[in-house]
């Protein structure tokens, strides 16, 4: 099997593979924010610190204790959301820009530490050994971003996510509702967090090197980028966001200094003519459905119980 | 049974005393209404007794337990349901996600139930959370917005929607907060019925409400209160002609001329 992979990747042109493993964990970061933002509503401009937690702690894993890369990857998303529950206990309590600002500051303060510590190398960065894999690393990280895209499609439709939704929604309403607000946001904030290190991890050994000036500020905004260009909440809108800004760099190419300016008035147009994002407001399971000519499952199951209801003698008023 | 009880409720806001040294009892199965002037302290009291103000002194008791001082969620779920003055609908959701999100301590599974989504424990559990979400729906005759944008109702519905929400809690007490207020004289009649079919499921109800002719058309009970403080409590004739709350709502030359 991986050799068939290694036999295919053969054909592609390694410059275009990098750029495709970059959308790839472009997803995987965007979609671990969007469960953060999109969902509970929660504003991060720290994302880009938890993808740097782990890239070290992976990276850290792998040089000094050579551990297999598939427990490594679990481990360090573990890791990850465990750092993330931390943190988040205290700075949840915050909301909107107060916890924007937050989680700012906590992001600085992750790149000083590993800025200093002798065991990520200081400033000089950690190169990472690539993994000696069964099947080739690109293809590993597009399983992952399957696997997310899957895990958060379930989280969305799902008691969990409901709450998550309460939550973003209206926290009075919520709790009133029984639902355990600071609770659901730590747990959110440690599943955008798991996914990051994840996505941390792929891109560590994946890149093969790695420095805690990465992951600053202006990487976190360009996760958060994809996530608003996509559209809050929605996960196909995670995945055409950051599928369109980890590429959009490589095309602009030719533009060299100007292609922030392109990037910056693509997001003003954004928020213009789109502001709820390119999917914002449409969910794409639906869009499918109706394309198809299909409805919900939901809609149907709820149509045949209101039907057996009538049918017994006792229907709506 | 008192299902709810309010023994010397008082708390202050700084120097405010919102709420003062209030007793009352709501007997399981009624229909308690809960009158007063503006800024009388109302909706206060329902804040107090879910949960979101902690009393300065006083307790309150919920099916013979104190619940004054436990979190607003753990209140929610042990049974006491309840809508807002200035409705507080999750209004980018459909009108049937916001009820299945009031039927949410009503089912256990968490992030494991998100992950193992298709399995069959929690597909049963989907579906039990979800033919309750119909049942609410159904007791406040909005079946047929089920999968529409709660915000995009109107305003009316939009009230009912938040006692189907808090419905689904199945909950054995559920507080209404002003649920009549901006409602005209067709559907406030529609609502009364609606009020007296909820009671008849077994589900004790105390409202807080201005509209005189809908307390008096359908609470057993009245209490009246006044700057925090209760002034009466009885049924409909002894309100009605209680001098302390004509004065309260009329001043002071009316319950003279009363009298």
């Known amino acids: 099997m991986g050799d068939f992979f290694l036999h295919l990747l053969g054909y592609v042109n390694p410059y275009y593979l990098q750029i495709i493993v970059n959308i790839g ?80 500051g906590f992001a600085e303060i992750v790149k000083v530490i590993f800025l200093n510590l002798e065991i990520t190398n200081k400033a000089l ?20 971003v399957l696997l997310t895209i899957v895990c958060v499609t379930f989280i969305h439709n799902s008691r969990f996510g409901r709450a998550l939704m309460a939550v973003r929604g209206d ?81 602009l190419r030719f533009m060299a200094n100007y292609r922030m300016l392109v990037y910056g008035g693509l997001l003003v147009c954004m928020m213009i003519f789109r502001p709820n994002g390119l999917m914002g ?37 | 049974m008192a299902i709810l009880e309010l023994n010397n409720v008082t708390i202050r806001f700084g120097g405010l005393v919102a ?54 969620y753990r209140i929610a779920a042990a049974g006491i349901g309840r809508t807002f003055q200035n409705i507080r609908l999750f209004t980018d959701l459909t009108v049937l996600d916001n009820v299945l999100i009031g039927a949410h301590s009503r089912g256990k599974w968490n992030l494991a139930g998100a992950l193992m989504k298709l399995s069959p424990w929690v597909q049963k559990e989907e579906g039990a959370l979800l033919d309750l979400a119909r049942e609410c729906l159904q007791m406040v005759d909005l079946t047929y917005r089920a999968f529409e944008l709660s915000g995009n109702l109107p305003y009316g519905e939009q009230r009912r929607l938040e006692i189907a929400r ?32 909820i009671r008849e499921t077994g589900v004790t109800v105390f409202l807080v409400e201005h509209d005189m002719k809908f307390v008096m058309g359908i609470s057993d009970r009245i209490a009246v209160l006044d700057y925090g403080e209760k002034i009466a409590e009885g049924v409909h004739e002894e309100i009605r002609q209680n001098p302390k709350v004509i004065e309260a709502y009329l001043g002071k030359g009316a319950a003279d001329a009363h009298a």
């Open chain 1, 281 to 317: 407001g449409t969910s794409f399971t639906e869009m499918v459905l109706r394309a198809l000519g299909r409805k919900p499952r939901l809609k149907i199951i709820m149509e045949q119980k209101n039907s057996e209801l009538t049918r017994s003698g006792n229907g709506d008023t």
């Open chain 2, 19 to 72: 709420v003062n040294d209030v007793n009352l009892k709501v007997e399981e199965g009624t229909i308690q209404a809960l009158i007063g002037p503006n800024g009388a302290g109302k909706s206060t009291l329902f804040n107090l007794i879910t949960g979101i103000y902690t009393p300065t002194s006083g307790s309150i008791s919920f099916k013979g337990k104190a619940v004054s001082g436990t979190p607003t």
């Open chain 2, 166 to 197: 808090a419905l689904a809690l199945k909950p054995a007490i559920i507080l209404l907060d002003e649920p009549a207020a901006g409602m005209n004289p067709q559907e406030k009649s529609e609502l009364m019925a609606m009020i007296k079919r």
């Open chain 1, 25 to 104: 964990i472009g997803i995987i970061l965007a979609l671990g924010l969007n469960v953060v933002t999109g969902l509970t509503g929660q504003l991060s401009l720290g994302h880009a610190a938890f993808m740097s937690i782990g890239a070290f702690t992976s990276a850290v894993l792998t040089i000094k204790i050579g551990m297999p890369f598939s427990i490594n990857l679990l481990l360090t998303g573990f890791i990850t959301a465990a750092v993330a529950a931390l943190i988040g206990l205290p700075i949840l309590r915050l909301t909107g820009d107060y916890l924007a600002i937050c989680t700012l």
């Open chain 1, 125 to 144: 960065g950690l190169s990472v050994p690539t993994p000696n894999t069964a099947i080739p690393m690109p293809v590993v990280v597009w399983i992952v």
């Open chain 1, 171 to 251: 926290e009075i309403a919520a709790e009133a509702m029984g639902i355990n607000v600071t609770r659901y946001k730590v747990q959110s904030f440690a599943i955008g967090a798991f996914i990051a290190g994840v996505g941390g991890a792929l891109y560590a050994h994946f890149m093969g090197y790695i420095n805690p000036s990465d992951f600053g500020f202006l990487k976190s905004v360009d996760i958060l980028s994809m996530v608003v260009l996509g559209g809050l909440g929605s996960i196909a809108g995670s995945v055409i966001g950051a599928s369109i800004l980890s590429a959009a760099p490589e095309f």
